[in-house]
């Protein structure tokens, strides 16, 4: 059973930074291709940023593009989402998800956690 905890969610100022974690356990975290989704209040689920199993073709939504950044650090397990220049409408739950390569779906999910951009 694989389990996708996140972490670093809060309140910033427009402008202001984040970097958000998410923790894999109970598989080998190289397995996997990852990525971040968001949902904000009222709409879809919308994809945000993902990469290959050893992190070297990050991709990105338009949206967040030179914005965001997507890491990973294998020997810890973790999958990071480095947020700069963040405005009011990346306000959302933040959800982190895995799958077994970049041509299949994302099957393993976390509980997501709340970024809320305001002033």
């Known amino acids: 059973q694989v389990q996708l905890v996140e972490s670093g969610g809060g309140l910033v100022q427009p402008g202001g930074s984040l970097r958000l974690s998410c923790l894999v356990s109970?598989?080998?975290?190289?397995?996997?291709?990852m990525g971040w989704f968001r949902q904000a209040p009222g709409k879809e689920r919308e994809f945000v940023a993902g990469?290959?199993?050893?992190?070297?073709?990050?991709y990105y939504a338009d949206s967040v593009k030179g914005r965001f950044t997507i890491s990973r650090d294998n020997t810890k397990n973790t999958l990071y989402l480095h947020m700069n220049s963040l405005k009011y409408e990346d306000t959302a739950v933040y959800y982190c998800?895995?799958?077994?390569?970049?041509?299949?779906?994302?099957?393993?999910w976390g509980q997501g956690t709340q970024v809320t951009v305001s002033s």
């Open positions: 998800a895995a799958r077994y390569g970049s041509l299949s779906n994302f099957v393993y």
């Open positions: 109970g598989r080998t975290f190289s397995w996997y291709a």
């Open positions: 990469d290959n199993r050893n992190g070297s073709m990050p």
